[in-house]
């Protein structure tokens, strides 16, 4: 758990997966979900509840949500054995909480695996350690509406890219959503979530 419950501040930079908050003149990185993304929207100041993951004890990386129940379904992810704050943060990018919790719920490995980093194994702890403890979690992805094609791909591919996914690959994974699977530009969000199932 971190020491630090929550930054507001001054929104300096964000894509779908990075967020600079600005507070008493120093500048936060956090890594955020398209959940906390889309519910920031074109905020110019917002409040964001952190956790921190430590890598190594002297590397923690911070992860920023936009409220606390999305931060606590993060923290039940990242408790079971073999799911790190990355793969907790791309299943919150990939599906909604209520997906999340519906999959686990339901005992539903197939869509867990679905999600990229997510193998049998960890699945199946995820479903057997959270089934059950989900809460009221109901989650849901707003939307977002932008008009330039380029902007929107190239966050798109800047968001994969924090993620972890190499720059070419996540390229590629882009443009055959976006000509195989018919899927529109103009929601960045859903550009993303595409783009995960073809890596």
């Known amino acids: 758990m971190s020491l630090i419950t929550y930054i507001k501040g001054r929104v300096t930079s964000k894509n779908p997966a990075f967020m600079i908050i600005e507070a008493?003149?120093?500048?936060?990185?956090?890594y955020v979900s398209l959940q906390t993304y889309s519910k920031i929207g074109d905020q110019t100041e917002a409040?964001?509840?952190?956790?921190?993951?430590?890598?190594?004890?002297?590397?923690?990386?911070?992860y920023g949500f936009a409220?606390?129940?999305?931060?606590e379904l993060f923290r039940k992810l990242i408790?079971?054995?073999?799911?790190?704050?990355?793969s907790a943060l791309l299943m919150?990018?990939?599906?909604?909480?209520?997906?999340?919790?519906?999959?686990?719920?339901?005992?539903?490995?197939?869509l867990l695996k679905s999600i990229k980093g997510i193998g049998d194994k960890t699945a199946q702890r995820i479903v057997v350690d959270l089934k059950g403890k989900m809460g009221k979690?109901?989650?849901?992805?707003?939307?977002?509406l932008t008009t330039?094609?380029?902007?929107?791909?190239?966050?798109?591919?800047?968001?994969?890219?924090?993620?972890?996914f190499p720059k070419i690959a996540a390229e590629r994974a882009l443009e055959k959503a976006i000509k195989q699977q018919g899927t529109g530009t103009d929601n960045v969000e859903l550009l993303i979530k595409a783009a995960l199932k073809n890596f």
Not at 67 to 71: K, L
Not at 93 to 109: C, K, L, R
Not at 137 to 144: D, L, M, N, P, T
Request: glycine fraction near 14%.
């Open 92 to 110: 919150l990018s990939s599906m909604s909480a209520g997906e999340i919790a519906g999959a686990i719920n339901t005992a539903n490995v197939t």
């Open 24 to 30: 008493s003149g120093i500048g936060y990185g956090l």
């Open 47 to 62: 409040q964001l509840f952190i956790e921190s993951v430590y890598i190594r004890d002297d590397n923690p990386r911070y």
């Open 79 to 86: 408790s079971v054995s073999g799911v790190g704050g990355s």
């Open 67 to 71: 409220d606390e129940e999305e931060r």
């Open 148 to 164: 330039s094609y380029n902007k929107n791909r190239d966050e798109a591919l800047m968001a994969l890219v924090t993620l972890g």
């Open 137 to 144: 979690h109901e989650g849901g992805i707003s939307q977002i």
